[in-house]
């Protein structure tokens, strides 16, 4: 029997606390760094509701600190993209020779930056497709969907095979990406027009999109718009894959078609008048695009309108 | 000494009032059909507070319906987009033979509506370029720019000399616009980027556009979009002229970098909770270049979030 892996989760709110929690139901030592829910934790352990089953782990290990923590085989980091910041900080304590590192993060260059802080081969990218919102402190609501593809950072086959056997009796769909990048560009086709127009119109519903003719065009103009820049980044940097834009773009408008009042995260964080996360998810893929010399109006607009609706809401934060 | 011409002012509201009194001031009959100000009018007269210079008409014709004012030389009908419909019944009353009408709206093809009812050699467009805000009842602020750009819905020059000479010494800069299809696109070319903008971003002013690199850029693409859409409309119709759309976004670019706080009307309607003008504005120029096959994904991106934004709103009011 291999000797029990060891993982560390940063950043435990909805996202990162669910996975974790599937990792330490298949038998993985998992440690929760917990902030706002720590103390229920501790008293009362952490539930899952779960429409794959619901869990509940009597006394998990958590800790207030990374450097309680200490080094681990895997680090989960399912931080918000807006507290990339503070990787150094919350994940460095928990990395030695041999640990691996699942950004489980939305958005795209995330990984470049766990690279250049920890060593690019030790890196993967986890694109979590899913609906889990927080419930009560000690508490997670996984609403639907969980599929996780993980891709690595260098495309090396074998840690892809090791990424994969981390996830082995987990009740979670993983599959592995032969080419990350190409994986992430692939998921913006989905995040830049739902989350940008169900922010950008007000907080509407993905099924409201689907409704309205003018805005499904313009969800269509803002897939073709992250197509044109991902296609040309692959290029670029010499990857030997392309992404199918007209195959991959029927089928996101047929996935979002059966998801019913989904609320993309962005448009959750813009209702409830917390950090959008821009950067990641809109930013850096327009700035690649600008820099590469793509002309994406639409992944521009909704991206330019979400910056300074964001920026609003900061602003008229008290204090 | 020529005859007195004779004038109803059809929605006399913000925009209508001020132009409606600096006729009244040149010397024209003018008669205001009144809704909200009647009574107040009645009692304190209209007073107009202008950096052109303030004006106070001490007993102007006021009428609470159209059939009070009968027929007259000149209608100035200065209603909103939104309320076109009304235009038969409020208008209709005001026509004699000799009648003609100066449609001073916001938006594309309410000339042709007007044309189907009353005759399309009697009507021309108005393009107002200004600031004006209703006040207390009775009271109209004028706070900026004001001039008159005036278009014939056939394009006769001896009817814009007639047009023009309505305004003979009125304080109203009025130019003549020898294509009234091309100066309504010239005039979308900036309202559609930044009346779109300024909702789409949470109600903010000109100055934000301008001094934010992305929106700039935005506005930009948008302007692009209006132009291609109105040469080819310029194009399908048989018009001999074409927008020099590179000099245009140019000129509009400088003007509004002069324009500081500048609220535009859909984003004063915006906060202030009422109905967008979005039809006249995004709807009509959005469907002939779709009609016509010109790709417009700024101009359509921004006339569906409008849209959706105006409905929320409308859906969300009481009652």
Redo the contacts between chains.
Sequence with gaps: MEQQRRVAVIGAGAVGSYYGARLAEAGRDVTFLMRRDLEAVRARGLRVESPDGDLHLEAPRVAASSAEIGPVDWVVCALKATAIDAVPKLVGPCIGPATRILVLMNGLGLEERFGAWFGRERVFGGLAFTCINRGDPGVVHHLDYGPVNIGHLLDDPAELAEAASLWADAKVVVTTAPSLLRARWEKLCWNIPFNG?CV???G?TTD?VMA?P??R??AR??MEDVVAAGNADLEAVGAATRIDGPTLIERMLALTETMGTYRPSTMIDFVEGRPMEVDAIFGAP?ERAHALGVAT??M??????V???DG?RIASEPG
Aim: glycine share 8%; charged share 15%.
């Design positions: 127009l950008a119109a007000g509407i409201r309205d003018a805005l065009d313009a103009a803002a327009i109006p639409s521009s607009l909704l991206g330019a309108l910056r300074v609706l609003s």
